[in-house]
């Protein structure tokens, strides 16, 4: 689906597992190309350490970057794709004992890097690094989102027979 920036903030706003976990995306960029997002430290979702719960910082991380580049790409007029989180890997630092925040911007040379790939060989994967922040300043969190991105309506037969004359011209 196609959305507006302020659109999109706000579905992600009310979107129940961001909702109830009090995770809230303060800004969606412009064109897409990045977002601010804080995660507020309450009883809903502190720890028996009275600290913010992994998976809470996770859940905030999950869908953000795939939901981006889809909508990037959705701009660039690929109607049809699929965009998901492939793999993380998230290191906890220091325990979230404030509210926490993070921040996406997408780097236009990356942008372009993955559409001319999705254009070339009809998908992509791209590995992006988020941090998360307390309130101090301090970094308790480090997040490697693996994102895979598939453009529905490439021909892969085509790509196939491609790859069959190099092998013969070879």
Same mark, same amino acid.
């Given at each position: 689906?196609?959305l !507006? %920036?302020? !659109?999109?903030?706000? /579905?992600? =706003?009310?979107? %129940?597992?961001?909702? &109830?976990?009090?995770?809230?995306?303060?800004?969606?960029?412009?064109?897409?190309?990045?977002?601010e /997002?804080?995660?507020?430290?309450?009883?809903? $979702?502190? $720890? !028996?350490?009275?600290?913010v &719960?992994?998976?809470?910082?996770?859940?905030?991380?999950? %869908?953000?970057? %795939?939901?981006?580049?889809?909508?990037?790409?959705?701009?660039?007029?690929?109607?049809?794709?699929?965009?998901?989180?492939?793999?993380?890997?998230i290191?906890?630092?220091?325990?979230?004992?404030?509210?926490?925040?993070? =921040?996406?911007?997408?780097?236009?040379?990356?942008?372009? +890097?993955?559409?001319?790939?999705?254009?070339?060989?009809?998908?992509?994967?791209?590995?992006?690094?988020?941090?998360?922040i307390?309130? $101090?300043?301090?970094?308790?969190a480090?997040c490697?989102? +693996?994102?895979?991105? =598939?453009?529905l309506?490439?021909? &892969?037969?085509?790509?196939? =027979?491609? +790859?069959? +004359?190099? /092998?013969?011209?070879?």
């Amino acid at each position: 689906m196609k959305l !507006s %920036p302020t !659109s999109l903030k706000w /579905v992600l =706003r009310t979107y %129940p597992p961001f909702l &109830f976990q009090r995770i809230w995306v303060k800004k969606i960029y412009d064109d897409f190309k990045g977002a601010e /997002v804080k995660i507020y430290k309450s009883f809903l $979702n502190i $720890n !028996s350490n009275k600290t913010v &719960f992994g998976g809470t910082i996770f859940s905030a991380l999950d %869908p953000m970057h %795939p939901i981006l580049l889809d909508q990037v790409f959705k701009k660039r007029g690929l109607k049809k794709t699929v965009a998901w989180l492939k793999s993380a890997k998230i290191d906890y630092l220091k325990p979230g004992s404030t509210d926490l925040t993070y =921040r996406i911007t997408l780097d236009i040379t990356e942008i372009e +890097e993955a559409y001319k790939t999705i254009k070339a060989k009809g998908k992509v994967i791209k590995t992006f690094t988020t941090e998360v922040i307390d309130k $101090n300043g301090v970094k308790c969190a480090v997040c490697q989102n +693996e994102i895979y991105i =598939r453009d529905l309506t490439f021909d &892969f037969s085509l790509l196939k =027979r491609i +790859e069959k +004359e190099k /092998v013969k011209t070879a």
